[in-house]
């Protein structure tokens, strides 16, 4: 079954610090997306993606980050300096333009900590 | 007002109870409607999208009431597998599809 992956499963990081988390959705897909979930709470919308360019972002998605697209396959989140409020997992998500129920399928995530 | 209000429970259940959950939600805008199934620090996995008519696969029905904003979804024989945090998810309409979950609602189901 095609899957969404993402690298690193988790990252260690000192406040300040720019971090990367890349996501490979799955190769037909056209829409691609960032939420997060911080321990213990429900999962966020960050940001959507679609035609090489962000379609929606929420209020959590500031000036500190970005997305790119930067080959035909890598679909990356930027946290430029990082905050210790930004520790979360990270879960990159796609989804097929033909999806009649608009259903996203889920990276395994990334995790992680600012210290 | 929460966008999606659930129970945050635990429920504690044995094997092969039926199990019910309960979800709200705000915006009589949304358009698409979710339960998703969270194991301990994993990803969401769709467990089935709910119809205007209710749905049903195989232990799982879900039910879906617009005018009332509410959605539900019955275990029926649940399982030690059962065992995650379900979310609820609406998708509102226009835009790119953004998914709005709710806090989850814990099962805990013992031999």
């Known amino acids: 079954e095609p899957e969404v992956t993402q690298t690193p499963s988790h990252q260690v990081t000192q406040m300040g610090q720019e971090v990367i988390l890349r996501c490979v959705p799955i190769s037909n897909h056209l829409y691609f997306y960032w939420y997060r979930q911080i321990l213990g709470q429900k999962v966020e919308f960050l940001v959507s993606?679609?035609?090489?360019?962000?379609?929606?972002k929420s209020e959590i998605f500031d000036d500190q980050f970005s997305v790119e697209r930067p080959d035909g396959s890598n679909f990356t989140l930027k946290i430029r300096s990082t905050k210790l409020e930004d520790s979360a997992m990270y879960f990159c998500?796609?989804?097929?333009?033909?999806?009649?129920?608009?259903?996203?399928?889920f990276g395994a995530g990334s995790r992680l900590t600012v210290l | 007002r929460k966008e999606v209000e659930q129970d945050p429970g635990p429920f504690n259940v044995p094997e092969g109870a039926t199990v019910a959950f309960n979800c709200t939600y705000s915006?009589?805008?949304?358009?698409?409607f979710f339960w998703y199934r969270q194991d301990c620090r994993k990803e969401p996995k769709l467990l089935m999208s709910?119809?205007?008519s209710g749905n049903e696969d195989g232990r799982f029905t879900a039910q879906l009431n617009r005018a009332s904003q509410y959605i539900s979804l019955l275990i029926r024989d649940s399982k030690l597998s059962d065992s995650a945090t379900y979310l609820c998810v609406v998708n509102i309409a226009g835009g790119y599809n953004k998914l709005i979950f709710g806090a989850g609602t814990r099962l805990a189901v013992h031999p």
């Open positions: 998500a796609s989804r097929d333009r033909r999806s009649g129920a608009n259903v996203l399928t």
């Open positions: 709910v119809y205007s």
């Open positions: 915006n009589s805008a949304s358009q698409s």
């Open positions: 993606f679609y035609n090489n360019e962000i379609s929606e």
